[in-house]
């Protein structure tokens, strides 16, 4: 299953269906490696190793989901949840709970921002 698109059906599905958004958003936040970078692809109850390819985007869902649900459930203790990172060799790895999940989420896109581009002015 594609992880961008996932999270694209959970967002327009969460207000109707908020368990089942939260119980995806939590099986998603286990693809997430402990560097922040998220898998393209998931693959549920088969252990592959993470696909190297990186798409930059991917991450940034995980915040969107997650305030999604916390929007319609209004539930914070979700933040406190435990989720594992997906490990090198596609087991689950250390656990974090889904607030430091996300908070890496930060790191990682700020750590792989491109050259800064100079203002466009229109006339």
């Known amino acids: 299953m594609g992880f961008r698109d996932t999270y694209q059906d959970m967002l327009a599905i969460a ?7 939260r119980k995806t958003l939590l099986y998603l936040l286990s693809q997430q490696l402990r560097d922040g970078c998220t898998v393209h692809e998931c693959f549920p109850g088969q252990q592959r190793a993470p696909d190297p390819h ?64 100079a203002a466009v002015h229109c006339c």
């Open 54 to 117: 990186v798409h930059i985007d991917a991450p940034l869902w995980l915040p969107m989901l997650a305030y999604v649900v916390l929007a319609e459930t209004g539930k914070l203790a979700l933040l406190e949840c435990l989720v594992p990172y997906l490990g090198a060799d596609g087991r689950p790895a250390a656990t974090a709970t889904v607030w430091e999940h996300l908070r890496v989420v930060t790191d990682f896109i700020e750590a792989h921002l491109g050259r800064t581009r």
């Open 15 to 21: 207000y109707r269906k908020p368990a089942w958004a």
